[in-house]
């Protein structure tokens, strides 16, 4: 797989390009799309500035935003080493958005710089994703922007992985017959991922959940390693249970694991949880436990973050089709209400009867997407 794909980018030389929606260039267009005729275009945006959506490609375009610190599993591999990812995510958000999306990989870490950065590209783009940025400086950055921009900002790792999450679940429980309100949930991992993963659950009333860190159990009284964050999930996260994932993860209902270690999960560990446990191990490119594995130590329902196996809970089912929504409805602010509404359109596609152990999350090809996540979005 890892010389197909070398040899694959090496063949195509990069994944995007940038093509005109103009076929022929005449004498007369010309003077239309260039000078003179574009001094008149360029006046009228200056006297009625909202005008710029009508006349510009700014309302379809999107900055997909990454300092290289935190890409997939593989950590801070710096700019250079990003930009594959972010052409991939270019080329998704194309073919199912129908989206222009900007690969901008920084080359700077620091917090400061990369939000002035995306201040200034501002008037070329109508919306912000920020990408595999590290934890918290990727939560600063976010509200920062929140505060500044007047287009939207979206942070894939953090609200796109938390809606297929949920979508992913909401079957899941159906699968099993067990109710939202009724499960214990460990997820693995505290980054922007497990932390906005944590806030969507309890916001769909998911009562009992533990978010461990590298340090193990977030709460309250905890006096290591807690940063603002983590502390935002200790008020509504675990009132009593403390230790390491073997420890919390006894009588536990879920797993969701998107700590970026591979084999996190242990399969003794499995063989604590409740009947018919859920695991997510989300991780990519390696999981926190073999799927295979998983099911053998007891795993009613098992899935991945990878095209590789079954139950594809990745976020690609998620931010062209929602970017979209966001894009057309003129959506400022991205709410946990939007993603609750978007998690719930997606989960509703695959009709209940045909939920099963190998299918609870519909394909990104699915066709009724975008019709249903902007549906759910306009109510």
């Known amino acids: 797989m890892s010389k197909k794909a070398i040899s694959f980018h090496k063949k195509l030389k990069g994944k995007i390009f940038i093509e005109s929606k103009i076929s022929k260039i005449t004498d007369e267009n010309l003077q239309l799309i260039y000078t003179p005729g574009v001094a008149a275009v360029c006046k009228e945006i200056f006297n009625k500035p909202a005008s710029r959506y009508d006349l510009t490609s700014k309302g379809n375009n999107v900055a997909i935003v990454t300092d290289g610190t935190r890409i997939l599993g593989l950590g801070n591999i710096g700019p250079d080493a990003a ?28 917090k400061k710089k990369i939000i002035d950065t995306i201040l200034a590209i501002e008037p070329m783009f109508g919306a912000i994703n920020l990408e595999d940025i590290e934890s918290p400086k990727v939560l600063d950055i976010s509200y920062d922007l929140l505060k500044k921009l007047s287009i939207p900002v979206f942070h894939d790792d953090r609200h796109g992985t938390a809606v297929v999450v949920l979508a992913a679940l909401l079957n899941s429980l159906t699968l099993v017959g067990k109710k939202i309100s009724e499960i214990k949930v460990v997820i693995a991992g505290a980054g922007s991922a497990g932390y906005c993963i944590a806030k969507l659950l309890n916001f769909s009333g998911c009562k009992n959940i533990i978010v461990i860190d590298s340090k193990g159990a977030i709460y309250k009284q905890r006096k290591i390693n807690l940063d603002k964050y ?107 209400e939007i993603l609750y509404a978007t998690a719930v359109a997606i989960a509703n596609i695959i009709p209940k009867k045909k939920i099963s152990e190998k299918y609870i999350i519909p394909s990104i090809n699915n066709k009724n997407l975008q019709k249903q996540i902007t549906k759910a979005l306009i109510k």
């Open 83 to 110: 930009l594959p990812v972010m052409e991939g995510k270019s080329v998704l958000y194309r073919k199912y958005g129908k989206i222009n999306a900007f690969p901008i990989c920084l080359n700077t870490t620091d």
């Open 230 to 336: 983590k502390r935002q999930l200790a008020e509504f996260t675990n009132q009593n249970e403390k230790g390491q994932l073997s420890d919390v993860i006894k009588q536990s209902d879920v797993f969701i694991g998107v700590s970026g270690i591979k084999n996190l999960l242990k399969p003794k560990m499995i063989m604590t949880m409740n009947e018919n446990p859920i695991v997510f191990a989300l991780t990519n490119p390696d999981p926190e436990i073999d799927p295979l594995v998983a099911k053998k130590s007891g795993a009613r329902i098992v899935a991945t973050g990878s095209f590789k196996y079954e139950n594809k809970v990745n976020n690609a089912l998620v931010f062209p089709y929602l970017m979209r929504a966001i894009l057309d409805l003129k959506i400022q602010r991205v709410t946990m």
